[in-house]
């Protein structure tokens, strides 16, 4: 048996992914197909426009077998945390032979040779990377000059430019770093950059520009060039009742946070200044600076996306802020990141199947080295380590105010995480 993994967020689903799909099995050869995704929340710093469940049910209905939850510390983190929170999850499955990607270029052997040379020179390379960053450029624009000044050819540097490549190079780095016998392929992306806000391209960003113009019936009708008929019907279902959800929708229930941290913070350092720069450190990424900026500037943002506009500048990105401001709302500290990064996984969480992957789930229990979850009342018997405990009972909290999130916005009933049922398709 061949298994292959495919790392994404599905954030919609749209026909690129199932070209990747097709190919994956293509390229690989592989019996079966298990998708690490993202849950409620994504690495850009919002909430997924739609629910993981209805994203797994995407997923399986354009060919995956198996859709695991990757957790929240990592699914909000840095390009780097996040693809070595997502390969150290497949590999700890221990019966993953490929890792399959989308890249703007295929060419595996030059990817894996540029994930070779940084990290060889990670050290120097990393803090030029945050120093061009704080320049204003781009991350993979960053990545590709940092390189350069190592000492990269120009050549091998432009292809670190395109967003999906830089993180493909992470991917391979991540199994470079972990010696895993998990053999890496790259699918070349088609038709858009991950950036295209082109109608009708393959990409879950330009879906999102065009459903933002109006989340209406006609709207959804008008993506059959982009997405497939089952991810349409998926969403069509749901429009109105849990779909669509955006980073406003948490306006209210972020700034009631930010006053509570400031009000905290005032008694027990009675100086504002030093206040503000201390409320919000014991959060995952935030320094002081950033505390202070945002702490003076809360009162004065509309909403969310209001407040990541007014503190970005030419040293802080709108995605890095808005991450920050998720890590501040879903609780995500400092401290248990550093506990989580020691083992990386304590368990993998089911979130959708299909009920013909029985030989696969018997392989996995076989050979994964840490427990298969599909049913949230047994994790007690499951999880025996307190950190472990402590992820997942983050991915709960998280999970549970984005339906806390849905009931306020559409008026429906509020489920809880441990009533949910894994998708079998």
């Known amino acids: 048996m061949k298994i292959t993994a495919i790392i994404a967020e599905y954030n919609p689903f749209h026909n690129g992914h199932s070209h990747q799909l097709r190919k994956a099995l293509e390229l690989t050869e592989a019996d079966y197909i298990i998708c690490i995704m993202s849950g409620d929340y994504v690495q850009r710093g919002t909430p997924a426009i739609i629910d993981k469940y209805s994203r797994a049910e995407m997923a399986l209905s354009e060919g995956a077998d198996l859709v695991i939850e990757l957790p929240l510390c990592y699914s909000l983190s840095s390009i780097e945390n996040y693809a070595y929170g997502a390969v150290s999850l497949a590999d700890k499955l221990g019966a993953?032979?490929?890792?399959?990607?989308?890249?703007?270029?295929?060419?595996?052997?030059?990817?894996?040779?540029?994930?070779?040379f940084t990290l060889q020179n990670d050290d120097n390379y990393r803090e030029t990377i945050h120093k061009y960053i704080r320049e204003g450029q781009s991350y993979p624009m960053a990545m590709s000059n940092a390189l350069l000044e190592a000492g990269m050819n120009e050549e091998d540097a432009s292809v670190l430019r395109s967003p999906n490549n830089a993180l493909g190079i992470y991917y391979i780095r991540a199994l470079l770093k972990l010696h895993s016998d998990i053999k890496p392929y790259a699918v070349k992306r088609i038709v858009s950059d991950h950036h295209d806000t082109e109608t009708g391209a393959y990409s879950a960003t330009a879906i999102r520009t065009q459903l933002g113009i109006s989340y209406d019936k006609e709207v959804l009708y008008e993506l059959t060039s982009s997405m497939p008929e089952s991810a349409i019907q998926i969403l069509n279902s749901a429009l109105g009742k849990r779909f669509p959800i955006e980073s406003a929708d948490f306006s209210q229930i972020l700034f009631y946070k930010l006053h509570s941290l400031y009000t905290l913070a005032l008694q027990?350092?009675?100086?504002?200044?030093?206040?503000?720069?201390?409320?919000?450190?014991?959060?995952?990424?935030?320094?002081?600076?950033?505390?202070?900026?945002?702490?003076?500037?809360?009162?004065?943002?509309?909403?969310?996306?209001?407040?990541?506009?007014?503190?970005?500048?030419?040293?802080?990105?709108?995605?890095?802020?808005?991450?920050?401001?998720?890590?501040?709302?879903?609780?995500?500290?400092?401290?248990?990141?550093?506990?989580?990064?020691?083992?990386?996984?304590?368990?993998?969480?089911?979130?959708?199947?299909?009920?013909?992957?029985?030989?696969?789930?018997?392989?996995?229990?076989?050979?994964?080295?840490?427990?298969?979850?599909?049913?949230?009342?047994?994790?007690?018997?499951?999880?025996?380590?307190?950190?472990?405990?402590?992820?997942?009972?983050?991915?709960?909290?998280?999970?549970?105010?984005?339906?806390?999130?849905?009931?306020?916005?559409?008026?429906?009933?509020?489920?809880?995480?441990?009533?949910?049922?894994?998708?079998?398709?």
Do not use: W
């Not at 206040?275 to 900026?293: P, V």
């Open 268 to 425: 027990q350092y009675p100086l504002r200044e030093t206040a503000r720069k201390k409320a919000l450190t014991d959060f995952l990424d935030i320094n002081e600076e950033l505390s202070s900026r945002i702490i003076l500037t809360y009162r004065e943002a509309l909403d969310f996306d209001d407040l990541c506009s007014k503190i970005k500048s030419r040293d802080l990105t709108y995605t890095r802020i808005s991450r920050c401001l998720m890590h501040i709302l879903l609780d995500i500290r400092k401290d248990n990141m550093d506990k989580y990064l020691n083992e990386m996984h304590y368990y993998a969480r089911i979130l959708g199947l299909n009920r013909n992957a029985h030989d696969l789930m018997h392989t996995l229990k076989e050979h994964s080295l840490i427990p298969l979850l599909s049913k949230l009342a047994d994790y007690t018997g499951v999880i025996t380590d307190d950190t472990g405990k402590l992820m997942l009972h983050e991915d709960i909290q998280a999970a549970d105010l984005y339906e806390s999130v849905i009931r306020n916005k559409f008026g429906t009933l509020f489920h809880s995480e441990y009533t949910k049922q894994v998708v079998l398709k």
């Open 96 to 116: 993953v032979d490929s890792l399959c990607f989308g890249a703007e270029n295929d060419d595996i052997d030059k990817l894996k040779e540029l994930a070779s």
